[in-house]
């Protein structure tokens, strides 16, 4: 395997403007995590006992939007990326179309008179406005290999998700406040009224201004680009990508599969009676391990490779569902989530720098569609397809609703411990047989 690398000072493409590229994009990860922290952390709760929706029905706002989401990331806004290597025009015309379509979603969703109708029409509401919000995912992730080189991703993307982390927070305190009207109106209350609806907007388009200002991206044509090589090389690149691809496809639908009914059971009167102020105090647990990780990440990953570094990061996973399944008191919960919060950015950051090692620079469009797609779906078809189903049938079997939600953990816990094992024999045979660095994808290099 031959590769061929550039020498050049990082943001390849854009020397001249490191520090402001990186507050631009650090800007705009802080806004949409506080967006995505505000409204999708309670969302979950209003479909399942606002509106009435089944356990499984409650999945789907995860599902069917993600699904037309990587669909058009992959077969629309990743070709057309590639094509015109552009990243951040996607950016602005995702988030402006996301805006547009969430005030329309709420519009919609109250003028159904039946609550179950309301639930429906918010999920494939959502699902509509992910055809064009789904731009500004690929362009992001695109845009980021784009302006950083192989060395730095792991760090520039663990202080991003820290970054995303303060804004999660904030988020997610906010979001709790307002979901019941500061305690003086009714659960609900927030999404019902379109408060939520109208602060996300909000932050949408206020996220859009540091997005502006960034370079294009993308890689001209005759331009050297760091990481390019020959057939050989792209053959096994393709190669690995694809055994990495299916370790991360367990990892992450098995650590995400719970997340939209982890809020549920813990809501639950049987179990531990949350309130959504607490439930924010459980979240912000997570968020507070994110900020702290998202600034070590890339010390991690330089530490001890890329690879290595995502194995860990399933470690943490395994170790957050397995405290989820034996929690008898809420100390447990918060020490769970503190665990979640460090496998969420360690596996996002070395995962992603893992991933733009292997994908060639003139295919980042297409090919991070799919890397995208192991994360995004997670959430949701697995918990469609798995989670939601356990619940419902263990409960309509005569289990205690407690032991019912217990046992899609215990489902997620069997998922990723697949995918760690495919983790630690693509990193310690495949990578090592093929003579390919973890860090830098040059032969020669491994550690």
Same mark, same amino acid.
């Given at each position: ?74 077969? *629309? #806004? ?9 990243? $951040?025009?996607?950016?602005? /015309? +995702?988030?402006? @179309? !996301? ?72 988020? *997610? #305190? ?9 305690? $003086?109106?009714?659960?609900? /209350? +927030?999404?019902? @009224? !379109? ?93 507070? @391990? ?158």
């Amino acid at each position: 395997m031959t590769q061929t690398t550039t020498h050049q000072q990082s943001l390849d493409n854009f020397p001249q403007w490191p520090r402001s590229v990186f507050m631009g994009v650090s800007s705009f990860q802080a806004l949409a995590m506080f967006r995505r922290g505000l409204f999708y952390a309670y969302l979950s709760i209003y479909l399942r006992y606002h509106l009435g929706l089944s356990v499984t029905e409650t999945t789907l706002f995860a599902t069917l939007p993600m699904l037309l989401n990587i669909l058009s990331q992959t077969f *629309i #806004w990743g070709r057309i990326s590639d094509r015109r290597q552009i990243r $951040r025009t996607l950016i602005l /015309w +995702g988030e402006l @179309s !996301g805006g547009i379509g969430m005030v329309l979603v709420w519009a919609a969703h109250v003028w159904v008179d039946s609550p179950a109708m309301a639930g429906y029409v918010i999920i494939i509401g959502l699902s509509i406005v992910e055809i064009l919000w789904s731009m500004s995912n690929i362009g992001w992730s695109a845009l980021i290999s784009d302006l950083y080189p192989q060395r730095d991703r792991s760090a520039v993307m663990g202080v991003l998700t820290s970054f995303g982390g303060v804004g999660r927070l904030g988020g *997610i #305190w906010i979001g709790g406040l307002l979901y019941d009207g500061l305690g $003086r109106m009714y659960d609900g /209350w +927030g999404f019902a @009224s !379109g408060t939520l609806f109208f602060v996300s907007v909000g932050v949408m388009l206020i996220s859009m201004i540091p997005v502006y200002y960034l370079p294009e991206g993308g890689v001209r044509g005759g331009q050297a680009v760091e990481g390019s090589c020959d057939a050989q090389c792209l053959r096994t690149s393709i190669r690995l990508y694809a055994v990495f691809l299916a370790a991360m496809v367990f990892v992450n639908f098995g650590r995400n599969c719970v997340m939209v009914i982890q809020s549920q059971y813990l809501f639950l009167e049987s179990g531990f009676g949350v309130s959504s102020r607490v439930l924010s105090y459980i979240f912000n647990m997570e968020s507070l @391990s994110i900020i702290l990780f998202g600034l070590l990440a890339g010390k991690i990953g330089r530490a001890v490779g890329n690879g290595r570094t995502v194995c860990i990061g399933a470690a943490a996973a395994l170790l957050y569902l397995v405290l989820f399944i034996l929690a008898a008191d809420l100390w447990m919960i918060y020490l769970a989530s503190f665990f979640r919060g460090a496998a969420e950015v360690i596996i996002l950051a070395s995962s992603y720098a893992l991933a733009s090692i292997l994908i060639p620079p003139q295919s980042r469009g297409r090919l991070f569609g799919y890397f995208n797609a192991t994360l995004f779906l997670s959430w949701g078809v697995a918990g469609t397809l798995i989670a939601g189903p356990i619940v419902d049938l263990m409960q309509l079997a005569g289990f205690p609703e407690v032991t019912a939600y217990k046992g899609a953990y215990v489902a997620a816990l069997a998922m990723t411990s697949v995918g760690m094992g495919i983790l630690v024999f693509l990193v310690f045979v495949l990578l090592p047989r093929a003579g390919v660095s973890e860090d830098t994808g040059v032969p020669g290099e491994q550690r």
